[in-house]
T-cell receptor
Framework: DGGITQSPKYLFRKEGQNVTLSCEQNLNHDAMYWYRQDPGQGLRLIYYSQIVNDFQKGDIAEGYSVSREKKESFPLTVTSAQKNPTAFYLC????????????FGPGTRLTVL | DQQVKQNSPSLSVQEGRISILNCDYTNSMFDYFLWYKKYPAEGPTFLISISSIKDKNEDGRFTVFLNKSAKHLSLHIVPSQPGDSAVYFCAASGGSSNTGKLIFGQGTTLQVKP
């Protein structure tokens, strides 16, 4: 089955710890994206990558880091510098074309204790 | 600066009737618009899109209308079904960067009552 997988579904971490969220796609998409959703708000872009070994900051990149070593994978690290990390994190991929439709994974709910 | 706005946080309609969800944008350079549907604790699902060269696009029960002069788009669902109850996000792309980045609205929660 083609699609986007995110793991884990739920993640708990203690304050001050870094944590890495996984995102894998087998859609052969060039572009991958990380969003954050908070209650009552839309999706806000954290980081995106249009090609392997290259990525750009989105609107709320502070306290986050990413890597894109393989086309299929785009892991997101939430660092201890992120002041308000509890949120629902969504990964997406797309063709990076003019009329790019992004397809989303199931999301990871991160809770900082 | 909210470039894409969905001014109605919620909408309730009766099963079988029409649901109309609205979205306004401020950036005249946006040239591609999408609607996504989202259930709680799940990722958004792509519904329908429209490019700026069109003013209407239809897919089954879903129709999206684009009014470029008013910078407004709407999603019509006819007939509405209880399974349509979800949060609907509009999104836009284009502009100076044209990198495929999407700008999302805040979402509208649709409730379809049986």
């Amino acid at each position: 089955d083609g699609g986007i997988t995110q793991s884990p579904k739920y993640l708990f971490r203690k304050e001050g710890q870094n944590v890495t969220l996984s995102c894998e796609q087998n859609l052969n998409h060039d572009a991958m994206y990380w969003y954050r959703q908070d209650p009552g708000q839309g999706l806000r872009l954290i980081y995106y990558s249009q090609i392997v070994n290259d990525f750009q900051k989105g609107d709320i990149a502070e306290g986050y880091s990413v890597s894109r070593e393989k086309k299929e994978s785009f892991p997101l690290t939430v660092t201890s510098a992120q002041k308000n990390p509890t949120a629902f994190y969504l990964c997406a991929s797309g063709t990076s074309g003019f009329t790019d439709t992004q397809y989303f994974g199931p999301g990871t709910r991160l809770t900082v204790l | 600066d909210q470039q894409v706005k969905q001014n109605s946080p919620s909408l309730s309609v009766q099963e079988g009737r029409i649901s109309i969800l609205n979205c306004d944008y401020t950036n005249s350079m946006f040239d591609y618009f999408l609607w996504y549907k989202k259930y709680p604790a799940e990722g958004p699902t792509f519904l329908i899109s429209i490019s700026s060269i069109k003013d209407k696009n239809e897919d089954g029960r879903f129709t999206v209308f684009l009014n470029k002069s008013a910078k407004h788009l709407s999603l019509h669902i006819v007939p509405s079904q209880p399974g349509d109850s979800a949060v609907y996000f509009c999104a836009a792309s284009g502009g100076s960067s044209n990198t495929g980045k999407l700008i999302f609205g805040q979402g509208t929660t649709l409730q379809v009552k049986p």
